[in-house]
């Protein structure tokens, strides 16, 4: 199942976030729109993806995850479709904005959600195996995308990407994802409520969404201008080419050993070795010092083990119980900052420059280390609430049968008409006190005399 859908966001991933950067050009030449107008098509999409993403976890957390992967495979078909057929360039934009949808509905954030359905606190391996096979999208999809535009154009590459997923990723979906398992059942076979999250886990989840946002908005940025930041520095298109080339097997060489450690680690120390490794990186960059190799493969290793501890720590922080929900309402905000931080860092590249900007990077690395830290403080403060009077999440609930009243507080429930700071603090006496046991051999002195005495 993990690699069918791997299949599956080897597809979803090449043919929307990783589109632009092979389709772009050849779009320009043939239709003569704007550039800039044709690679903002891709931030339309993660805008709309965005908007969707809270509906689309609590639709998992509701259904399961098949039905909603089946539907990203029939969107991102149609909006490709809208792409390969668009005579002009609002219609182009129109094809963007349903891929947005499907986006929404088919990367990473709605399979995470649907692992954590399906395999519950023990989804970890499986997500971290997934996001193995991911990063091969661009791998993948790079060449093959080069390959359909050479011979049949980049409509017919649209196209073909349309036909893949109705061919490969809907019947991969409907076939190899299994239905999720029904929801816990309370007494009278109502559904159980999902208990709320406590203190510590609402300061958690804002902590959480400040990582989401610093984070995506780096990758986003570094992605779409690390080729003119390096040719800033004095370095030929060839080698910028080449050192870009590092980040990828940097990615996948340190999911590799995220996976060699077989979850023995908190996924926070995934997270915080993530972007130890990216500010260091960038830190280097920021530097001007002569290791611009070294730097990018730091980077590279911290964004690859970043991709699997967004996935992983909010599974161990907030449960099972709140995962899809919670994932749906994290991936706004960092899809929001991967669309606009491209056209932000192009801003700041005309206004303070790139040696600058690379300062900036830095700085944001360094912070979103800070905002770590807050959680590892959450993490360790509710490490001492949870063995006193606050109820883990684990625990199981009360037999519904068994103790029928246990969900309420005695003290919450007085009887009518007294006070619960009246109640007083005593067992309570047995209505009729206990009769002594009758001895056998001790006649009733008023009981008739026995027959034949």
Not at 269 to 286: D, N, P, S
Not at 337 to 365: E, F, H, K, M
Not at 420 to 430: G, Q, T
Request: with cysteine; glycine share 12%.
């Amino acid at each position: 199942m993990i690699s069918a859908l791997g299949v599956v966001q080897i597809l979803a991933w090449g043919s929307s976030y990783y589109l632009p950067a092979v389709l772009a050009e050849p779009i320009a030449r043939d239709t003569g729109w704007p550039l800039a107008w044709i690679v903002g098509g891709l931030s339309v999409g993660l805008l709309v993806a965005a908007a969707v993403s809270p509906r689309v976890g609590a639709a998992i957390q509701r259904r399961g995850g098949r039905p909603v992967l089946a539907l990203a495979a029939l969107l991102l078909a149609s909006g490709l479709t809208i792409l390969g057929l668009a005579p002009a360039l609002p219609v182009f934009l129109t094809g963007w904005l349903v891929i947005g949808f499907g986006m929404g509905c088919g990367l990473y954030d709605p399979a995470y959600a649907t692992l954590g359905r399906l395999y519950g606190a023990e989804a970890r391996p499986a997500i971290t195996a997934l996001t193995l096979l991911g990063g091969f999208a661009s791998t993948v999809c790079w060449p093959l995308s080069a390959f359909l535009v050479a011979h049949v154009g980049w409509r017919g590459a649209c196209l073909t990407y349309a036909a893949l997923h109705l061919t490969v990723t809907l019947p991969l979906v409907l076939l190899a994802i299994p239905a999720a398992p029904g929801q816990a059942l309370g007494a009278g076979g109502v559904t159980r409520p999902v208990p709320p999250l406590v203190p510590w886990q609402r300061r958690a989840v804002l902590l959480m969404a400040g990582v989401l946002v610093l984070g995506g908005a780096i990758m986003a940025l570094v992605s779409v201008h690390l080729i003119t930041l390096l040719q800033a520095r004095g370095v030929g298109l060839a080698a910028a080419v080449g050192y870009g080339g590092l980040i990828g097997p940097a990615q996948v060489g340190a999911r590799l050993i995220e996976i060699s450690g077989r979850g023995r680690h908190h996924p926070l120390w995934t997270l915080t070795a993530a972007f130890a490794l990216v500010a260091i990186g960038l830190v280097l960059l920021a530097a001007h010092l002569p290791v611009i190799g070294l730097a990018l493969v730091l980077y590279g290793a911290g964004n690859g083990v970043y991709s699997i501890a967004r996935g992983t720590v909010p599974l161990a922080l907030f449960g099972p119980e709140h995962y899809a929900a919670l994932i749906g309402r994290l991936a706004r905000p960092g899809l929001v900052a991967q669309a606009l931080s491209p056209p932000l860092g192009a801003y700041l590249l005309t206004r303070i420059g790139p040696d600058a900007l690379w300062g900036v990077l830095a700085l944001l690395a360094t912070a979103n280390l800070g905002l770590i830290g807050g959680l590892w403080r959450q993490k360790t403060r509710s490490d001492r609430v949870a063995p006193g009077g606050a109820k883990d999440q684990n625990e199981p609930e009360p037999h519904p049968e068994r103790e029928p009243h246990a969900h309420r507080d005695a003290a919450a429930d007085p009887p009518r008409g007294i006070s619960a700071e009246r109640l007083p603090d005593r067992p309570r006496r047995p209505r009729h006190p206990p009769r002594p046991a009758r001895d056998p051999d001790r006649r009733d002195p008023d009981a008739p005399p026995e027959p034949g005495g």
